[in-house]
């Protein structure tokens, strides 16, 4: 299992698999289904790997989101631990100047309790995160390059979700910091053609990949998400 596999056609989209140990932003306006697309890409390539992964939730509790990919027909691997992290967004005050560097240890303390078969996580998302923190941009953008730095030390693929609500079509939006700091980018947006509306992806950058840069279409089908060519 490759994570090019691990969503039905996202295989006809990539020519060469995502590289291990890369950081990969998931970018898209809201409703563009980017944490049901991360979910199930590390999902369903952990349930065919002899490896665990990590999901960190800031945006809903553990059970809203279990519920929601299940809506979806996105399924829970066994390997994939859910870490929920909402009620953070209550108690703020008290943990707003370290709760990178408490999620930092989060991660590294679940890597040391699984071992090297621990290689993948995810965060969702980095505006909920970044609306806990009062970091000026230059000290957010050094805090995240070395959060960054230490996951792929520890031999990580990361997955990073964040919202940008500037643009939902297929023109380019301006990603922040982010994309400076990543190895890739897979736009999710909604592409709209009279009455017809349409969810896409597409991967705008992939250090090391063979990709298509063309836009894709995003559906929710009974086994959960699946990628296809249309015509836009």
């Known amino acids: ?29 809201a409703g563009t289904l980017k944490s049901g697309f991360t979910f199930q890409l590390l999902s369903n390539y952990l349930e065919e790997q002899d490896e665990y992964g990590l999901y960190i939730t800031f945006e809903q509790s553990k059970e809203n989101h279990l519920l929601n990919m299940e809506s979806m027909g996105i399924k829970l691997s066994n390997k994939l631990h859910i870490s929920d992290f909402s009620d953070y967004r209550v108690m703020y005050d008290d ?19 699984i071992g090297e078969k621990c290689t993948c996580i995810a965060v969702d998302s980095l505006g909920a ?18 959060f960054l730095e230490t996951l792929r030390r520890e031999n990580l693929t990361t997955f990073l979700i964040l919202e940008e609500e500037k643009k939902s079509d297929m ?62």
């Open 1 to 29: 299992m490759r994570f090019m596999d691990a969503i039905d056609g996202l295989n006809d989209v990539f020519e060469t698999d995502i590289p291990k140990n890369s950081v990969v932003l998931v970018t898209g306006a």
């Open 171 to 232: 023109s380019d939006p301006s990603t922040g910091m982010e994309g400076y700091l990543a190895d890739g980018i897979i736009e999710l947006g909604l592409h709209l053609k009279g009455n017809v509306a349409n969810r896409y992806m597409r991967v705008r950058k992939m250090r090391a990949t063979a990709h298509s840069m063309e836009p894709w279409i995003l559906a929710v089908s009974e086994n959960g998400l699946k990628v296809y060519k249309g015509n836009f």
């Open 129 to 146: 995160l970044y609306s806990l923190l009062d970091d000026e941009p230059h000290d957010l953008r050094k805090k995240m390059y070395k």
């Open 95 to 113: 943990f707003s100047e370290d709760l990178i560097n408490i999620l930092e240890e989060n991660i590294i303390q679940f890597k040391e309790h």
